[in-house]
């Protein structure tokens, strides 16, 4: 079965800290990765994805992500965080090459910067 | 700005009563997927939709639950009777092709007592 694994639940660091937010998948067949941000009380938005091409990936406010495809992973990373960074991370995985249109999502990072 | 919209933003409902959620994709996006979000469980695949047609409810309990999407522009999340534990926020989102990403509503937060 498809799945997706984010091995922190609760990150949490200073401003100016770098940050690196694991997420594995196990999915038989060709893959689109995506990290997505949900900030308190609001609904996700995305943040980055990857589809094919070069594995390290930039996104919106500094963040980027690199696909491992020997380690089924695409971590996320941000060299020097922010308070504003303060929200939900989530890891998400669709089968590109397989028709499968389904998202699946991990449980979640939830990160708290502190000024 | 094309986004997904959904209703009401907030629910409060007695236990044993029909919930009705609605979503409007983004024009012409032909995929539609309902999602729950619970501090336990986190985001959990209810169903979905390709073309109207549902292609996967398996994450959906079928004896209260029922997701239809009677036009292009709207699709239902029914719950009948609901229960204290369908206490969450369900979000809807949708895309236009395989490779592109979901775009998320903001959600209907429901409260069952």
């Known amino acids: 079965a498809q799945s997706v694994s984010q091995h922190n639940h609760h990150v949490i660091l200073s401003e100016a800290a770098s940050l690196e937010l694991g997420c594995n998948y196990s999915y038989g067949g060709t893959v689109n990765l995506f990290w997505y941000v949900q900030y308190p009380g609001q609904h996700l938005q995305l943040l980055l994805k990857y589809f094919s091409g070069d594995p390290l990936v930039k996104g919106i406010k500094g963040f980027e992500a690199e696909f491992i495809k020997s380690k089924f992973s695409f971590n996320l990373r941000k060299p020097s965080v922010q308070w504003s960074d303060t929200a939900e991370y989530f890891c998400a995985v669709n089968g590109g090459g397989s028709g499968t249109y389904k998202y699946i999502f991990g449980t979640g990072t939830r990160l708290k910067v502190l000024a | 700005d094309a986004r997904v919209t959904q209703t009401p933003r907030h629910k409060v409902t007695e236990m044993g009563q029909e919930v009705t959620m609605r979503c409007q994709p983004i024009?012409?996006?032909?995929?539609v997927f309902w999602y729950r979000q619970t501090m336990m469980q986190g985001l959990e695949l209810l169903a979905y939709f390709r073309n109207r047609a549902p292609l996967d409810d398996s994450g959906m309990p079928k004896d209260r639950f029922s997701a239809e999407m009677p036009d292009a522009t709207l699709a239902t999340l029914k719950i009948q009777p609901s229960e204290p534990r369908d206490s969450a926020v369900y979000f809807c989102?949708?895309?236009?092709?395989?490779?592109?990403?979901?775009?998320f509503g903001q959600g209907t937060r429901l409260t069952v007592v």
């Open positions: 989102a949708s895309s236009d092709n395989l490779n592109t990403e979901a775009f």
């Open positions: 024009l012409g996006h032909n995929t």
